[in-house]
C-alpha cells in the first residue's frame, strides 16, 4: 500500500526561526513528490519535485527531493506569524494515464510572534 | 473566475438525507479530482474525470457515492442515504491534465472545500 509519512506532526516556533518540515514516501512508479499549504481551507500549490537533488526555491521556502531517502523536506527561513498553517506533502504513485495524490497527515506549523 | 469554485461552503443534513456538492474548475483544466478530509487525516481521493475518458472511480468509499462531470466542466459528487462517518471536507481540484505519458504531470489546485456535517 502507498504511504506518505509527515514529521513533525506538528512544529511550535518564533518569529525569525528556521523550520525544517520531512516528507518520506513508500509508493509504486513515483512520478512527483508536491508541497501544499494549508490554511484555513484550500490547500495551495508550493513546489512539485520530480528530480533528484534539485532545489526549488520561493522566497523563504525551498524544497528538495532525495529519490534514494525516499524522502523531501520543506525549508522555511525567517519565518513569518503568516506561516502558519498545515503544510501537506503529496506523491503521485500512480501508473498509466491517471494521477491522484497520496497525501501525508500534514504538519501543523505554529509561528508565534 | 481565477479559481476552483465549490458549493456549497458548508452543508449540514440529517443521517438517510442525499446530498449534492458542487465543483466548478479553473477554466481549460481538463483533470478534475475529488477529494475527502477528515479530522486528524490527510486528503483522501475519491475519483478522478480526465477529458472524455472514464473516470477513475478506486477511491469511492462505497455505492452510495458517485460523481458526475457535465460537457468537461462542472461536477457534481452524489452522497446517498449519508451516514455520520461521511461528515468531512470535500475538496475538489483541477489540472492542465493528468499525467499523460511522457509529459511532466501538472499540479493540481484546490478549491475550499465543502464542509459535510451529518447530524
Known amino acids: 500500500e502507498d504511504k506518505v509519512v509527515q514529521s513533525p506532526l506538528s512544529l511550535v516556533v518564533h518569529e525569525g526561526d528556521t523550520v525544517t518540515l520531512n516528507c518520506s514516501y513508500e509508493?509504486?512508479?513515483?512520478?512527483?513528490l508536491l508541497w501544499y499549504k494549508q490554511e484555513k481551507k484550500a490547500p495551495t500549490f508550493l513546489f512539485m519535485l520530480?528530480?533528484?537533488?534539485i532545489e526549488k526555491k520561493s522566497g523563504r521556502l525551498s524544497s528538495i527531493l532525495d529519490k534514494k531517502e525516499l524522502s523531501s523536506i520543506l525549508n522555511i527561513t525567517a519565518t513569518q506569524t503568516g506561516d502558519s498553517a498545515i503544510y501537506l506533502c503529496a506523491v503521485d504513485p500512480s501508473g498509466g494515464s491517471n494521477y491522484k495524490l497520496t497525501f501525508g497527515k500534514g504538519t501543523l506549523l505554529t509561528v508565534n510572534p | 473566475g481565477a479559481g476552483v469554485s465549490q458549493s456549497p461552503s458548508n452543508k449540514v443534513t440529517e443521517k438517510g438525507k442525499d446530498v449534492e456538492l458542487r465543483c466548478d474548475p479553473i477554466s481549460g483544466h481538463t483533470a478534475l479530482y475529488w477529494y475527502r478530509q477528515s479530522l486528524g487525516q490527510g486528503l483522501e481521493f475519491l475519483i478522478y474525470?480526465?477529458?472524455?475518458?472514464?473516470?477513475?472511480k478506486s477511491g469511492l468509499p462505497s455505492d452510495r457515492f458517485s460523481a458526475e462531470r457535465t460537457g468537461g466542466s462542472v461536477s457534481t459528487l452524489t452522497i446517498q442515504r449519508t451516514q455520520q462517518e461521511d461528515s468531512a471536507v470535500y475538496l475538489c481540484?483541477?489540472?492542465?491534465?493528468?499525467?499523460?505519458?511522457?509529459?511532466?504531470?501538472?499540479?493540481?489546485?484546490f478549491g475550499d472545500g465543502t464542509r459535510l456535517s451529518i447530524l
Open positions: 474525470f480526465q477529458g472524455n475518458s472514464a473516470p477513475d
Open positions: 509508493v509504486t512508479n513515483f512520478r512527483s
Open positions: 520530480t528530480s533528484s537533488g
Open positions: 481540484a483541477s489540472s492542465l491534465s493528468g499525467w499523460t505519458g511522457g509529459i511532466l504531470p501538472q499540479p493540481q489546485h
